[in-house]
């Protein structure tokens, strides 16, 4: 069987849609040819890969980009025969593979990947936009077989958009477990002297400085956190366009001897940061229509035996098992987050236990490996 990825995102790029496709394409190549579509700028990394990486467009116009992805979907399928497309994106990678093979003549088997956010817009945009769109999406998506929609929330979405549900396999996110498995002692020293961490609680969000994902909200807590446990300093780990608005409100709030920006780290050192943790905080809220759908930061602080806050939205109630991996919070209470952060900074059995519990979740249900050979059997080799 040879499955053919179309996607928007691909290491090393960061992303959510990026991760996924990645893992399906490691994972799969050990039963599948597989070829990846995607953009990058660094093509180093595509050597001895168990699976062929071509490039699409990354940058120029959208148009150009949309054009350049169709003419280098439609060679890869005159080229050679393609059993399944898997499409990460219905919108940045759908409509070129449409475009490319309007007909559906040259593809047996249409699978569409849906992570929420792109989904989610069709039913929260204003008026004509609304309208556009799903028209849009209902043409770009005509010819699909099945639809993977990575957690429950997202096929509750698929539904409201009214296709059928025999149509949607649910599957949910995961984690390379492995690359938390074993943190290096030298890396982790490294982390705590960087920040001097010794003898402080620490609380971490990783993720990208966008307003989603509510780092203004655990800023706006912090003065109550301090109140009851006054060691504590908040990591941010991560880039993005909401920095310089995080560091002013750190100041105006008077927490910002308390929060350190580490902006993007090295992905040797991801496992450390969150080893150096004692809670992971990402009270995520929907922003304009765009929500999270799952969080596969809440996977990784588990695979860590960390136990998390997130906000009660999107698909994070899946990710955190509420009140046994986690806790759920209003994302807008900066009370509430507060109380959450406190209760865990300091009751070390109750976050130990919610850690631990965390973790054998996450080997037992959401390793990547496992997810990935689900997903070849019931979505893609039919």
């Given amino acids: 069987m040879h499955v053919l990825i179309v996607t928007p995102e691909f290491p090393p790029q960061t992303g959510g849609i990026g991760t996924h496709c990645f893992e399906m394409a490691t994972h799969w190549s050990s039963r599948a040819e597989i070829t990846v579509l995607a953009p990058t700028g660094d093509w180093r990394h595509s050597r001895n890969l168990p699976y062929r990486l071509l490039a699409t467009p990354a940058g120029g116009s959208r148009l ?94 698929l539904e409201r958009l009214a296709v059928d549900r025999r149509r949607i396999v649910v599957s949910p996110e995961g984690v390379d477990v492995s690359r938390f498995e074993h943190v290096d002692d030298t890396v982790l020293g490294e982390v705590r002297a960087r920040h001097d961490l010794e003898g402080r609680h620490v609380m971490l969000t990783v993720s990208r400085l966008v307003e989603r994902k509510g780092h203004d909200m655990v800023i706006r807590a912090l003065p109550g956190i301090l109140d009851a446990v006054p060691d504590t300093v908040y990591l941010v780990v991560g880039r993005g366009p909401r920095e310089g608005f995080l560091r002013k409100l750190a100041h105006e709030t008077g927490v910002a001897a308390n929060v350190v920006f580490c902006g993007a780290v090295p992905d040797r050192e991801l496992a450390a940061y969150y080893t150096a943790s004692d809670l992971f905080v990402m009270p995520s809220r929907e922003v304009d229509g765009d929500i999270e759908g799952f969080g596969i930061t809440f996977m990784e602080a588990a695979a ?9 939205t999107g698909g994070i ?66």
């Fill in 317 to 382: 109630a899946e990710a955190i098992s509420a009140g046994e991996t986690g806790l759920l919070v209003d994302p807008g209470s900066p009370d509430e987050i507060a109380d959450a952060a406190i209760l865990l900074l300091t009751d070390a059995d109750l976050a130990n236990r919610m850690g631990m519990a965390g973790k054998r979740r996450v080997v037992t249900d959401f390793q990547y490996v496992q997810i990935a050979e689900d997903l070849l059997d019931r979505a893609l080799d039919q």
């Fill in 304 to 312: 860590c035996g960390k136990p998390s806050v997130g906000g009660r």
């Fill in 64 to 157: 150009g980009r949309l054009l350049g992805t169709r003419r280098e979907v439609g060679r890869v399928l005159r080229e050679r025969k393609v059993d399944v497309v898997y499409v990460a994106h219905w919108r940045a990678s759908g409509i070129a593979v449409r475009l490319a093979d309007p007909l559906r003549r040259l593809v047996p088997r249409y699978v569409q990947a849906v992570h929420g956010s792109e989904v989610l817009m069709l039913l929260t945009r204003p008026g004509a936009s609304k309208v556009l769109l799903r028209c849009l999406f209902q043409w770009a998506t005509r010819h699909v077989d099945a639809f993977v929609a990575l957690g429950a929330y997202q096929g509750q979405l």
